[in-house]
């Protein structure tokens, strides 16, 4: 029943990823940019190299021999999975999977064009010009990201002229990896942004946990809330288009969808293979399982009966205030947790950076309590606890 898992990328995520298949006997590698990343610290082995280097990559693998490999970044040399693939080691979901989200561009065309998901209209841009033209087709206002980034890095909103070279500049150098590429969105005036976690299993059905709202600040969430209020019709929509791109892209684990909610109707907006930043409420006891629960058991094939809904939770972000080479020391916690169900998660990052995420309050109540109230509550939690760089 044991495993070696190699985890490509060891920030928040992958600590309580890691923490959950611990739990269940696992012997986990823990890889990272950088050393002492979250991950590490509660891993059996840490790794530290450039994870877009194949030698690199190569060479840990070749190294550790591990039976899983499960990335929890887009910033890695994700071609080298089919070749891992056919040495037999299994890729979480699958090399394809990983290989089509780590790029906006693939799995754009893969939901609109190949699926017929419903998106909002976009286009390409390698060079100013394309970039220039782009706009021009899609309009003001209108989302320019990297092809490839996470948490935000590199997301821009062109509102007048004066924002365009601005949003070129940002979206081509604040991307992750060395892909110098960037997406044009049409700006959807939606009501209501949704995270709709998907499992899928080796040996069971799909499920769905109850959809998470989220609100987004610099393109990156702030907080989010499950379950999020929406109809049936809507949900049977969201479930649909997730239920397809994820079948599509083959393997099994937990996935990220997210979902604009508009007055017409739905769109698919993008997707993650892992677990997703909102889900971060599910610590909040929300579900029987949470997101990192759920992904250990899919990983290892372990089966899933159901997903229900056991409490309402909301989190809220703590971010660092300023930069610094030195690790934080965290004031309130104390305080903030005086508020009957109210929890904390201090991610243990060693450096910081202005509106680094750093920590995440979190707070619950009974099913049928307000998500209104509970939401006031997480971010009255967060407010309490200070980031104290030096």
């Avoid at 890695?76 to 089509?100: C, D, H, L, W």
């Avoid at 799995?107 to 976009?122: C, H, M, Q």
């Amino acid at each position: 029943m044991t495993k070696k898992i190699l985890l490509l990328g060891s920030g928040e995520l992958g600590k309580e990823f890691v923490i959950a298949l611990k739990r269940l006997g696992q012997y986990v590698i823990a890889v990272d940019s950088y050393n002492n990343a979250p991950a590490q610290q509660v891993s059996d082995e840490r790794e530290v190299i450039d994870m877009l280097d194949a030698s690199s990559l190569d060479r840990i693998v070749a190294k550790h021999k591990p039976d899983i490999i499960v990335p929890e970044i887009e910033a890695i040399r994700t071609e080298r999975f089919y070749a891992y693939e056919k040495q037999g080691i299994q890729v979480i979901p699958s090399a394809r999977a990983a290989n089509f989200t780590m790029n906006r561009k693939a799995i754009r065309d893969l939901a609109s064009k190949e699926l017929g998901l419903r998106t909002a209209k976009y286009e390409y841009a390698k060079a100013e010009d394309e970039f220039n033209a782009a706009i021009k087709k899609i309009g003001i206002p209108c989302v320019v990201k990297p092809l490839m980034s996470s948490s935000g890095k590199g997301q821009s909103t062109v509102r007048s002229e004066s924002d365009i070279a601005k949003a070129w500049e940002y979206g081509t150098t604040k991307g992750r990896g060395d892909l110098i590429e960037v997406i044009v969105e049409e700006f959807i005036p939606f009501e209501l942004e949704i995270t709709l976690l998907t499992v899928t299993q080796k040996n069971g059905k799909t499920l769905f946990c109850p959809p998470i709202g989220h609100r987004q600040e610099r393109g990156d969430y702030m907080e989010s809330w499950q379950p999020a209020l929406i109809s049936e019709s809507q949900l049977r929509d969201a479930q649909d288009m997730a239920e397809k791109v994820t079948k599509a892209l083959t393997g099994f684990g937990i996935w990220g969808v997210e979902f604009f909610l508009a007055k017409d109707g739905v769109y698919f907006s993008e997707l993650s293979p892992r677990p997703h930043d909102t889900g971060m409420v599910t610590l909040a006891l929300t579900q029987n399982l949470s997101e990192f629960e759920l992904h250990a058991r899919a990983v290892l094939g372990l089966p899933i009966p159901e997903i229900t809904l056991e409490h309402a939770g909301a989190s809220a972000v703590i971010l660092a205030p300023d930069e610094s080479p030195n690790a934080p020391n965290y004031e309130g916690i104390a305080e903030a947790m005086a508020t009957p169900k109210i929890d904390i998660r201090i991610f243990g990052k060693p450096t910081t950076r202005k509106y680094r995420r750093m920590a995440v309050a979190l707070a619950y109540d009974t099913v049928g309590t307000s998500t209104d109230i509970i939401r006031k509550r997480a971010k009255e939690a967060a407010e309490k606890i200070r980031v104290v760089v030096s």
